[in-house]
């Protein structure tokens, strides 16, 4: 049998590394495929690793990089990282071009949130409990405390794609990033679901469909919306141990679940809106909406013409672009009416939202071996409501109004009555933001001024008086709703008010 020769530098690399530790850590050269030359030493038995690789060019070996690795850093991870740098590096060294403008890596940034710290030079790199540090040609990754990471010097031309790639993969080899996501995976049912880790936390993954792509029948995205808030109940009953967040767009559909484990503290993610251009005091530029964390470091440092940046734009709350025809529609006048709580499973929970849901998990029922039950695990999560007018109950289509938690504020989904065409009562879906902190109700620019904005702020500020009164109930100790609770559903004569 021919002997196998590797014609990269990946197994190379991992023999040397590997055959480095049995020896001792004495040092040791090795000639790799490709005309690469690693050389690896230990200046003590079981100390830091220190590693110089050097690539072919037109006058011998030239040394791209030079490296020292922690005692805690696994040996695998130590191979990987050094193989990416052989296929990262440009084959020609060059010094000249050894200094990458930091702006330009931080705009390039797959993984982590770039900031700078006062007084400090370089470019710093938020990951979790990883944080990397990019000042001229060192790279450095700490691990929570100091000696415990590694620390990378490039040489040669390692321009802004090459570093922001080299980056993102030691941060993301470092931090077991992958870990979580095939966990995921392995539980999901057969679907067209992808698993992706998270680009700002190692401890987060992202479900999301597998090839989304725009539906003409489905213009707004309900159908993988509801398809993902079935997978999101499953997940919570078979791993009350992970936390789930449905990220929803500004159309109101569910576009994916973050899972993040529950003794982890991962910051939220929270819809925004971000210009990725220059732009004027009175123009937003290009803008997209993303998904940013809540505590995402600013960028002081940098051009704001390269970094993106959140803007107050009026794309960030949905309102349908027209009007739309509903034959079961109703009219009510504004009039002296106020929100009550459509009656359901919920009750009152500590937090900044008063209305909760248990989390449950599956199990088989004892008196039915072949069915499984439901059973709690003790913990709560904030629940979205349904609430209608208390003038009627159970007859108001276009009045409900749909509560949903959202990251420490509360997003409102209406049907505002916007007229009739010839019989036929029309509606406009918008979005509204209720900030519970601040007492503060939050309409989209969107709403033409006039009847409709107007309709649409008198009823924002009659929900944020659902919400206090839910609040202020809880405050009195009270388990479950009641006085926020139409009188149908409390049970109150006729002609009474709570």
Known sequence: MSEFEPVSATYGISDAVVAHRLRGGERLRAELPGGYRLTLRARELGGPVQAALAAPSPTGPARICTARFSTFTPLPAVSRI???????????????????????????LTTGAPFQQPGEPGLFVQF????????????????GAPGNGLSLILGGPWDAPSTARLTAVVLRELTDTEQLAGQVASLLPPGPWQVLSDQWHPHAALVLPAAPRWDPEDPLGRRASRALRDLHQGLCADRPDWEFQELISAEGSAVALRVTPRDRAVPHLVRTVVGDRAFGPEELGNTRTTFLPTDLPAFPCLDPALMPRAVRAPTDLYVAPEPERDIYGVKLELGGWRYVLDKNAVFYAPGWYPFHKHVTRREKDPTAPLNDRLVPTGATVPAPVRISPDVENRSWRNEYVQLTPVDH?????LQLYAGDEQGCPLVRAVTLQIDLGARRVTLPDQIPPGPLRHQAAVKGERILGLLAAALQERARGASEPRAVLGPWDRGDPPGTDA
């Open 128 to 143: 979790g409990h990883a944080q990397a540090w990019l000042d001229g040609r060192r790279l450095s990754v700490t691990l």
């Open 409 to 413: 504020h509360v997003e409102a989904r």
């Open 82 to 108: 050094l193989d990416t740098v052989t296929r990262y590096a440009p084959a020609l060294p060059d010094a000249r071009d050894a200094h990458p403008p930091r702006d330009a890596v931080a705009r390039l």
